[in-house]
DNA sequence: GGTGAAATCCTCGGGGG
DNA sequence: CCCCCGAGGATTTCACC
């Protein structure tokens, strides 16, 4: 699908609020609720909206202690790699984890309580998957910027 | 603030869906609507829910490069630092940026159309800004899981 | 934590340019 | 095709028990 101006500016206004009502929105954009309304369905039906979620604050639930870890296999067969993506996508600590290119195989994004937690995390979690060759963390030091809105 | 298993499970709801109604919450966890829209006001008023937003396909918007970009400063002085965290900040390609230890001092997490995008943002946007001693690159292969709803 | 009612909103049929 | 109006039904919100 192809979008317009307002596609455009609807789409940043629904990344950033989207518990604005259509109302609001009508009068951001210039539009009656019903045309927005649609728009909302199309992007929504289009799947350029995937889905609509609370964001929570990781410090006020105890979860202050992020990390990024980079893990490398020992072999990269077929096997090996569709059994370590299985096993890191049920791991409730990992909240992202890529393929990508460079020295390591995999970049994951893991966010505990503190270093204890991490440290067991590492330990009775991560490692127990087979074929793992070496891993690298980096602590976050401190968030300077996160957002879910991609600009359009 | 404390939660207890009500809370967390409504937490655990929202965050992979805000666009249920109150009722439907309301079943799920064995409470009256009203029970769970106190809970929830609760939540928002101690800043435990953040916000809510829309969550898109990136790949739907022509924004399916993405690239995890390591950065060391020249200097580590408090005016470059600040400096280099405002202006990243301002750059809508960067969704992430993270103060980090290890061998770089930051992470950002980029978001552009493809590798011509890419490397126009880095040559024009990213080392435009002062004090940028040197980058490290890591394209993303593919995304095994990404999600936004920490568990607790 | 629950009940009930008012205010507001979502949703969709019908119609216009 | 995209937009607007209007109305029914659902939802949010709040005073009170």
Same mark, same amino acid.
């Given at each position: 699908m192809t979008f317009d101006a307002i596609d455009r500016k609807l789409i940043q206004l629904l990344q950033e609020d +989207? %518990?604005?009502t259509n109302k609001e929105l009508s009068n951001k954009l210039n539009l009656s609720v019903t045309a927005v309304y649609e728009r909302i369905k199309k992007l929504e039906n289009h799947n350029v909206i995937n889905k609509y979620v609370a964001l929570i604050n990781n410090d006020k639930i105890e979860k202050s202690f992020v990390t990024f870890c980079h893990v490398k296999l020992i072999q990269h067969t077929q096997e090996y790699v569709i059994k370590f993506e299985e096993e890191v996508a049920n791991l409730?600590?990992?909240l992202e984890c890529y393929h990508i +290119?460079?020295?390591?195989d995999y970049l994951l994004k893991v966010i505990v309580k503190d270093m204890g937690a991490f440290r067991e995390f590492m330990v009775n979690?991560?490692? %127990? /998957?087979?074929? /793992?060759?070496s891993t690298l963390s980096m602590f976050v030091i401190n968030e300077v910027k996160h957002t879910t809105a991609i600009s359009i």
């Amino acid at each position: 699908m192809t979008f317009d101006a307002i596609d455009r500016k609807l789409i940043q206004l629904l990344q950033e609020d +989207s %518990k604005q009502t259509n109302k609001e929105l009508s009068n951001k954009l210039n539009l009656s609720v019903t045309a927005v309304y649609e728009r909302i369905k199309k992007l929504e039906n289009h799947n350029v909206i995937n889905k609509y979620v609370a964001l929570i604050n990781n410090d006020k639930i105890e979860k202050s202690f992020v990390t990024f870890c980079h893990v490398k296999l020992i072999q990269h067969t077929q096997e090996y790699v569709i059994k370590f993506e299985e096993e890191v996508a049920n791991l409730p600590e990992v909240l992202e984890c890529y393929h990508i +290119s460079g020295d390591y195989d995999y970049l994951l994004k893991v966010i505990v309580k503190d270093m204890g937690a991490f440290r067991e995390f590492m330990v009775n979690r991560l490692t %127990k /998957i087979n074929h /793992i060759g070496s891993t690298l963390s980096m602590f976050v030091i401190n968030e300077v910027k996160h957002t879910t809105a991609i600009s359009i």
